[in-house]
């Protein structure tokens, strides 16, 4: 793979802050998750009801979409090229739980599909696609910790065969109150290189 | 420049065969997996039918020679016998000779253990030692340690329905970069309340035999399986002179970007992963030859696929049958299950049966293949559509 | 009834996480589904576990519930016709 690709910009929440390309856009300590990430999307516009009906990990992947695309202007009203390749440590085991807990019982036995539509963890994936329509490839990987080298051969392979524009990388992870996301997108053009050295640098921001 | 990736193994355990052979005879013969469930105890027994093997874990953990202390969830029992059926398959002695990798992928991990123990952890240290197993990527990581491969790539993916159909894409795309010159690629789930209840919730669970692609189809049936398939690259082939199954000539993965879980209409995510998978082929939609079909028997999706498989293929659509009717679906394991089911359709130049099929599907005049059917086959087209929109497409070939 | 229609509005905001939404926003015969209020076929789903849990009324087939589903004032005449708890 010779050609090289660049990162356009990347946003982080974690330790109940949201940071674009390093720069805080919100914050609010003393919040559980849940918590937080509902007034993270009241503070920031964010004007997507279906936010609520999503669970954890979709919200918290949906947020940080949403200000990394915002910053990039992608306009969710027309089709975009742009892959998605998500991958955590977790799953979907924040969810999992709350399904367990409906099932278990055998006298208060009221599953919820709206529960269990979002036990898998690349649901997040497909609430972004609804979102911004994207129609390109898409995968989610599960690993022990943040793979920065998987992450960046698989986006490198997807632009230099031309499977896509770009490619929205990242790591969403949560599991109750523990809870990380790191998003970037990886573009054709710019200025900042696409390396492992910058992504970990990045995630570590 | 579209040099198809070669197929040297295949291993299979599911309802209907404990290997290829039984699989093989089984869909010769239209045996079907399909039953009430007998090794989970729920309160859906009476309304449910499912693909379940027939071993119990006890039987498996012997197969395997495994110790009695060991945390070996269901799925990882499973798939750690499938794998090492397609190793042998494949000829290999001594894996680490070549760089090699384990793409496995599942749904729901050692979900089995956990939500039978989960409530006697606190008293009983014993069974402790299945918290560990619970993890997605557990089963992949025992996986590895059954064929050696536990200081390589193993990796796992999970994306539902179509989770072993991208293991395949990512194996095949890491031979051909050269990242590896081996690697063992499939999947695993089994039977577990977990996935019972969560399906019953969304009302897509049929109390019959399912029968896709059928006008009065009433949903899915679940099944348990596991597949794996060896892939290598032209440099082992050159040096080991070995016979090769078939190739991964094409594939594709799009997302619907329609609901969390339902198809859209017309099936633009899968329409779009056939196209793609075409073009990556370098072949025309009249080179397909046969389509297993994703055909869950769920009104939602046997509409959405039939529509697209219209889109693609126009008024010349090849013969297509799902295997879900034998089988069930088996969820992260489907497509690796049917891409073996597509390479012993290709190396004996035969169409299997859709199953259970009674009333043409009033939407359009497209018929699935009811009888098992000789037919000299080139290539075969394998769908794989999972929940979240994660739609894709494989397709095998008889040549490179 | 009145009680009711109020209930009901209550628990479907609370159900199906409508959150942007207060009871003085739902009438007794706005469409729930498709462009009226916007629920989907998941929101349909909800709504016929509601039904068992807090009426006792168990539905088997999805597509019965769409006709029930129709408004406030449907579901209401509705559940007050069937319900067991």
Known sequence: MNSNYYISSFCSIKNNTISLNGSMVYSNENMEFLEFIKAAYKSLDTNYPKFFKMDGLSKLAILAAHVLFKNENINQDKDNDIAVVFSNKSSSIDT??????????????????????????????????????????????????????????????????????????????????????????????GTILHSKENIIKFYNT | MSRGVAIT???????????VEENYESLLEGKTGISRVSKIKTIHR???????????????????????????????????????????????????KYKTGLISSNSVGGMDMTEAHFYDYFQNDAIQKYINGHHSGDSSQKIAEQLGLEKSFVTTISTACSSSANAIILGARLIKSGQLDRVIVGGVDCLTKFTINGFKSLMILSDTFNSPFDEDRKGLNLGEASAFLVLESDKVLQAKNKPVLGYVKGYANTKDAYHQTASSDNGDGATLAMEKALKVAQLSSKDITYINAHGTATINNDLSEG????????????????????????????????????ILALQNNIVFPNLNFKTQMKEFNITPQLELKEKELQTVMSNSFGFGGNCSTVIFSKKQ | MK???????????????????????????????????????????????????????????????????????????????????
């Open chain 1, 96 to 189: 999992d739980r709350k399904h367990q807990k409906s099932i278990e019982n055998k006298d208060d036995y009221y599953p919820s599909p709206a529960i269990f539509v979002y036990t898998l963890p690349n649901i997040c994936i497909g609430e972004i696609s609804i979102k911004y329509k994207l129609f390109s490839e898409n995968s989610f990987f599960i690993f022990e910790n943040f793979s920065a080298q998987h992450l960046l051969d698989y986006a490198n392979s997807l632009l230099s065969a031309g499977k896509t524009e770009k490619v929205l990388c990242g790591w969403v992870e949560l599991d109750g109150n523990q809870y990380e996301a790191y998003l970037y997108l990886v573009t054709k053009i």
């Open chain 3, 3 to 85: 009680t009711l229609k109020q209930e009901l509005k209550e628990n479907i905001i609370e159900q199906l996480n409508l959150e942007d939404l207060a009871i003085e926003d739902i009438n007794d015969d706005d469409i729930l589904f498709g462009d009226g209020l916007g629920l989907d076929s998941i929101d349909g789903l909800e709504l016929i576990v509601m039904l068992d849990k807090n009426y006792g009324i168990k539905l088997t087939d999805p597509k019965e519930g769409r006709a029930i589903f129709e408004s406030i004032e449907v579901m209401a005449k509705y559940i007050s016709e069937n319900r067991t708890k």
């Open chain 2, 307 to 342: 529509r697209a498989i219209l889109r693609v293929f126009g008024n010349d659509v090849p013969l297509f049958s799902s295997t879900k009717a034998y089988t069930g679906h088996t969820l992260a394991a489907a497509g690796a299950i049917e891409a073996v089911y597509s």
């Open chain 2, 9 to 19: 193994g295949m291993g299979i355990i599911s309802a209907i065969g404990n290997n």
């Open chain 2, 46 to 96: 009476d309304d449910i039918m499912v693909g379940e093997i027939s071993f119990t874990n006890q039987e498996l953990e012997q197969q395997l020679g495994l110790s009695s202390d060991n945390n070996y969830s269901r799925a990882a029992l499973l798939g750690s016998i499938a794998a090492k059926q397609a190793i042998v398959n494949a000829g290999i002695s001594n894996i680490n």
